[in-house]
């Protein structure tokens, strides 16, 4: 009998990267201590222990990248709509078979990633059989947090300490009353059939509405879970992320 307890899941990681972005142009390549910020993303990912490590790369200069630090990589479209399509892209190319039934997203933005934050993600995966997207939230009190619409917010029905069932994701903040509010972090663990239904779906008018991808798949009926975690690893979107990702890991290397 093929239990939540007793599910084997084969997971492999895959980082999308792509040289455009708006506010830190070039990012997969920024230098980090002498090496470019995909390929500490790429070595975090391998420190989870969890499965093979694949680069998603819309250019070839990410994926010569890649190739020269050891590791994986294979080249997308550039033209695709999303990192999310870039991966399921990568996992075809790499894997036609089906060997893996567990593909985890992990945004290529997140050089100071833990690696056990990963683990977190799929081990929601493996809890709740029927849950199709696991992700991962960190609870949040600060005032500036929860009125920042860059911070994105789970709204979750609580089904364990540390896990809930995510009922809405949103820039707004929510839900109000007294009691945590839960800061969404863009880490994603699906199995693999709910990657290949998510991205065949249109994008959906609460998705366009709040600019959430995530929302597309609640709108489907699909079911996501967050896993609750102590912290949220530090984004880099700008010059001045970047400062300070190069100041944390300089910092552990001194």
């Known amino acids: 009998m093929n239990d939540h307890n007793t599910e084997i899941l084969t997971p492999i990681l895959v980082i999308p990267a792509r040289m455009a972005s708006a506010r830190l142009p070039g990012k997969p390549l920024a230098d980090i201590g002498g090496v470019a910020m995909i390929v500490h993303v790429m070595e975090r990912a391998k420190a989870a222990n969890i499965g093979p490590v694949v680069v998603a790369c819309a250019e070839t200069e990410i994926a010569d990248?890649?190739?020269a630090a050891g590791g994986t990589a294979v080249l997308t479209d550039p033209d695709?709509?999303?990192?999310?399509?870039?991966?399921?892209?990568?996992?075809?190319?790499?894997d036609p078979d089906g060997q893996y039934n567990c593909v985890v997203n992990v945004q290529g933005d997140l050089p100071t990633l833990d690696p056990l934050i990963i683990s977190a993600?799929?081990?929601?995966?493996?809890?709740?059989?029927?849950?199709?997207?696991?992700?991962?939230?960190?609870?949040?009190?600060?005032?500036?947090?929860?009125t920042d619409p860059n911070v994105v917010?789970?709204?979750?029905?609580?089904?364990?300490?540390?896990?809930?069932r995510a009922l809405y994701f949103t820039r707004a903040s929510a839900p109000s009353g007294e009691g945590p509010v839960y800061h969404h972090v863009g880490l994603y663990a699906y199995r693999r059939a709910a990657l290949d239904r998510f991205c065949a779906l249109a994008p959906s008018p609460l998705e366009k509405r709040e600019r959430l991808e995530q929302l597309r798949a609640l709108e489907a009926g699909?079911?996501?879970?967050a896993g609750i975690i102590d912290s949220a690893p530090e984004g880099v979107d700008t010059p001045q992320?970047?400062?300070?990702?190069?100041?944390i890991i300089?910092?552990?290397?001194?």
């Open 65 to 67: 990248t890649i190739r």
């Open 80 to 94: 695709l709509p999303s990192g999310t399509d870039r991966v399921r892209a990568a996992v075809e190319m790499i």
């Open 121 to 146: 993600a799929v081990d929601v995966l493996r809890q709740v059989q029927a849950c199709d997207i696991a992700t991962l939230v960190v609870p949040t009190s600060d005032p500036r947090e929860i």
């Open 153 to 164: 917010k789970a709204v979750l029905a609580l089904e364990t300490d540390d896990r809930g």
């Open 222 to 225: 699909m079911r996501i879970d």
């Open 241 to 247: 992320d970047l400062e300070r990702a190069r100041r």
């Open 250 to 254: 300089m910092g552990t290397q001194l």
